[in-house]
């Protein structure tokens, strides 16, 4: 699976834990021997501290009432899901292992271990990064700003192809975007039996969508400027006829 294309700056993994949690809109709570999802029902704090907001009669609550202070007792899992459907969707999952404290009609969880899972493997976050670390600038306008392009602009995707080596897209059948954050663009290339990520770095940093869109014109402008992959011209050959 992985395409071996050049990669330049990118986020550290205690940034890209810190993404997961700001993108996630649902949390999964394994405590006291169950398991439950909750949507919606989460808010993070600066420093990357969750609070978690269940009603008065959650078993959850009265798990963390009777709970002995300062010992793990619960694990927070939270997936990191690809807002444009590809092959391997979940792109990483976040785990966080501690404990719950009622505060003020809410559970805060301290927490006592932090590991990222990505498709490179697990890494466990040191807590001090963790806590220092910001969310990517883009983190929670991602979702958007990729089903945008895959669904408005599929010619665009199409062009930044141009920038991807020719052995890379040996056998595709499509090419999707996968993530984007301040540091650059992902595509998923898709071939029939397997599939790989390649990565376009942006000449500088995007610290908001405003940056983005021009970084994305500084690609695009580059991918005019290179001649058309010739495995990529056959498929489109082969697909149109």
Known sequence: MGDSESWTAAPGVAERARSVLAASWSCAVTADGGREEFVGAHTVG????VFLHVPEDSALLTAAILAPRGEPSAVLEFADVAPVPVRGRIRARLW????????????????????LKEPSGAVVVALDEFAAAEPDPLATAEAHLLTHLADA????????????????????????PLAVDRHGLTLRIERARAHGDVRLPFHAPADDVGQLTERMHVLLAQAGAASC????????TDRDG
């Open 96 to 115: 966080l292992a501690g404990w719950f404290v009622p505060e003020d009609g809410h559970l805060a969880f301290h927490t006592t271990r932090v590991v």
């Open 46 to 49: 600066d420093d990357g501290q």
């Open 153 to 176: 602009h599929p010619d665009a995707v199409d062009r930044l192809t141009r920038l991807v080596r020719t052995e890379s897209l040996h056998g595709a059948v499509r090419v999707k």
């Open 229 to 236: 992959p010739r495995a990529l011209q056959r498929q489109r």
